[in-house]
């Protein structure tokens, strides 16, 4: 009859067309895929599973000797998987996680009074003075062991002091400009007039902690490196680990069948940290457990893959973020002892060594 309406689609029928824009294509679209990859292929389960909600490797994030070039998954297609998945897995679940606060205590140190100050205010000569008794050295040979860079009278204590407890440059210029009032100042001024001449003093203080503890910091570094190193390397080259990288990807593709995470080219690494996250319909189990059960029933020698990670638990307990902080730090302070060298002054006196010492360091440790 003219002018009634069409009826509704049936729930079969195709969504309507997404908005022109950044739009990511959707499922069963053709994609052009780098290195001759083929497209993954479209599942679709009879029951609606759960999503797994992993982070999928795109085509732009592929290189030549990638992993993911290479992965043969459907290999461990079979119909009796796909069933046992559909039983364990078929409903949605959340999962909530609880964050923890951490506190930091403060302590702050009592203040004495320092008597006959006339520039340095009470808490920097207290610091002062307890480093000063400490180290029971005449103030002119600390100035010339700095100068000299003499590693056999430097310490690491001696100078971290130093650079912590020391004033600022201005208040340094200030207190030389009280050189001829010597005898009248206090211990801990007194120390300052003397240190005042030295030229660019905390940068060099900086330059020498460094040069002290470099080799500690290589030490202490180093082990992490290898330890990662080595797990990466023999990640790459399990190839138990590889097939079980690959029954996930099935699996995962599979389960995100009509999703934005369907047909996924890989996945990133951390979701294995996650696959127990996702638990099955009755809440008994999770998915790690369901992949377990699999390998344990059909494919054992994937379970293998354990003997051929060494390194992997060594290589876990390294913290990424604590790393790249170090390397970064070291990287910064190795610019800076660059700089330093090539805009230090030019100077007569005869102690002062440090260009030629740092210099001699510098091509010893970062450019040979």
């Known amino acids: 009859?003219?002018?009634?309406?069409?009826?509704?689609?049936?729930f079969g029928g195709p969504p309507p067309p997404p908005p022109l824009g950044g739009v990511p294509p959707p499922p069963g679209m053709l994609l052009d895929l780098p290195y001759g990859m083929k497209?993954?292929?479209?599942?679709?389960?009879e029951v609606s599973m759960k999503r797994i909600n992993w982070s999928k490797i795109e085509p732009k994030e592929l290189s030549e000797n990638c992993f993911w070039l290479k992965v043969k998954e459907e290999k461990f297609e079979n119909p009796d998987l796909f069933a046992k998945l559909a039983l364990n897995f078929a409903t949605q679940m959340k999962v909530q996680k609880n964050a923890e606060a951490l506190e930091e205590k403060k302590t702050i140190p009592a203040k004495k009074k320092v008597k006959e100050l006339r520039i340095l205010d009470p808490k920097t000569a207290q610091n002062l003075s307890i480093f000063l008794g400490s180290y029971r050295m005449p103030y002119e040979e600390i100035k010339n062991v700095i100068l000299e860079v003499n590693e056999g009278m430097l310490s690491e204590p001696l100078i971290q002091n130093l650079v912590k407890h020391l004033p600022e440059q201005?208040?340094?210029?200030?207190?030389?400009?009280?050189?001829?009032?010597?005898d009248d100042l206090c211990e801990p001024e007194q120390f300052g007039v003397v240190m005042s001449s030295v030229k660019m003093l905390r940068p060099r203080l900086n330059s020498i902690l460094f040069k002290l503890t470099f080799e500690e910091h290589v030490n202490n570094i180093k082990p992490s490196i290898i330890a990662v190193t080595l797990a990466c390397e023999e990640l790459k080259k399990s190839e138990s680990f590889n097939r079980l990288l690959e029954l996930v990807l099935l699996v995962?593709?599979?389960m995100n069948s009509g999703s934005r995470n369907a047909q996924s080219l890989g996945f990133k690494i951390n979701f294995l940290c996650k696959i127990r996250d996702t638990?099955?319909?009755?809440?008994?189990t999770t998915l790690l457990h369901f992949l377990a059960e699999i390998c344990e029933e059909n494919y054992?020698?994937?379970?293998?893959?354990?003997?051929?990670?060494?390194h992997v638990e060594s290589a876990s307990k390294v913290s990424a973020q604590i790393l790249k902080s170090n390397l970064a730090a070291m990287e910064q302070q190795i610019v800076h002892l660059e700089r330093d060298i090539k805009q230090f002054p030019k100077t007569e006196n005869p102690h002062d060594k440090f260009v030629e010492k740092m210099t001699i360091s510098f091509l010893k440790h970062f450019i040979c």
Not at 1 to 10: A, E, H, S, Y
Not at 279 to 284: L, P, V
């Open 1 to 10: 009859m003219p002018g009634i309406p069409p009826p509704p689609p049936l």
């Open 39 to 45: 497209q993954k292929k479209v599942y679709t389960p």
């Open 170 to 182: 201005k208040v340094l210029n200030e207190l030389a400009e009280l050189k001829n009032e010597y």
């Open 252 to 254: 995962g593709n599979y």
């Open 279 to 284: 638990k099955s319909a009755d809440q008994k």
């Open 300 to 310: 054992r020698d994937i379970l293998k893959f354990t003997d051929e990670l060494e």
